[in-house]
Each structure stands twice: as C-alpha cells, then as structure tokens.
C-alpha cells in the first residue's frame, strides 16, 4: 500500500509539476507556439559587403532606405527584431534580424529587399533559430517606449 501510495504521489507531482498553471491556450494558438511557448524563426546576422560607399549623400539615402525597409517588414509582421552591434567584431558582424519566417529560404528574399543590401554594403548569413514564440509582441511595448523613430 506504501508503495501504490509513493507511485500515486509521483503521477500527481509530475503533472501538478509539469504543466504551466499560467498557460493561455489561445494566445499560444495565436502566435503558433509549441507545447514549450517556442517556435522556429530565422536570425540573419548582416555583414560588411563587398561594396564600400564614399559618396555620404549616397549612403544616406541607403541607410534611410534600410532603416525604412526594416520598418515596413516589422510592420508586416515578418521581421521581429533589428538592430546593430555596438563593437567591431573579427566577423564583420553589423547587425542582426530575426525574422518571424520558418525558411531560411523565406528570410533571404525579406533581406534582398534591404537597399543596403541589394548595393552590396551588407552581406549576410542566415541561420534557423528557435525562440520564444511570443518575441512578437515586444514589438507593440517598444512603440511606447521610444520617443522616436530612427
């Protein structure tokens, strides 16, 4: 009887213990999670490219036409964070996309849409990752944090 009572025990400590008492089933449904809160994404790390760009009037309209292009694919829901490293790296490493894609396939061609991109003053890799699937929806927190838009 002991021992039927330890094995009933531990049934009940692994299932009270095992499942989030805080889990929101239609939320998880809404941004395609898994039964961990995850799901894939595709991070593109953006390289220094081949093309250096002296002209300053030319490399701003590039950099306007990135920065907007990172704005319309976050708008769109395809892109979920963006932003630049601070620090030179041995990788030439510039910045980093994760976009909310499942291919590297589908990534790439977001990224070929990227002015400094397609003029060659980035280049990049593409990598499968697996996140949380709510990395959305910091986006909608940083509206109201940033008093402007880059």
């Given at each position: 009887?002991?021992?039927?009572?330890?094995?009933?025990f531990c049934i009940c400590a692994t299932i009270a213990f095992g499942q989030?008492?805080?889990?929101?089933?239609?939320l998880a449904d809404s941004l395609s999670?898994?039964?961990?809160?995850?799901?894939?994404?595709?991070?593109?790390?953006?390289?220094?490219?081949?093309t250096k760009i002296d002209d300053k009037?030319?490399?701003?309209?590039?950099?306007?036409?990135?920065l907007d292009n990172i704005g319309k694919l976050a708008k769109d829901g395809k892109l979920s964070v963006a932003g630049p490293f601070f620090d030179k790296n041995e990788?030439?490493?510039?910045?980093?996309?994760i976009f909310?894609?499942?291919?590297?396939?589908?990534?790439d061609a977001l990224v070929k849409t990227d002015p400094a991109v397609m003029a060659g003053v980035f280049a990049y890799e593409s990598f499968k990752?697996?996140?949380s699937?709510?990395?959305?929806?910091?986006?909608?927190?940083?509206?109201?944090?940033?008093?402007?838009?880059?």
């Open positions: 009887m002991k021992q039927l009572l330890t094995f009933v989030n008492k805080n889990y929101d089933k239609k999670a898994d039964q961990y809160g995850m799901r894939p994404y595709v991070i593109v790390m953006l390289k220094t490219g081949p009037k030319k490399m701003s309209e590039l950099m306007r036409g990135h990788r030439d490493y510039r910045g980093m996309f909310n894609v499942k291919t590297i396939e589908e990534a990752w697996y996140g699937a709510a990395l959305p929806m910091y986006l909608k927190y940083h509206e109201k944090i940033s008093k402007e838009n880059p």
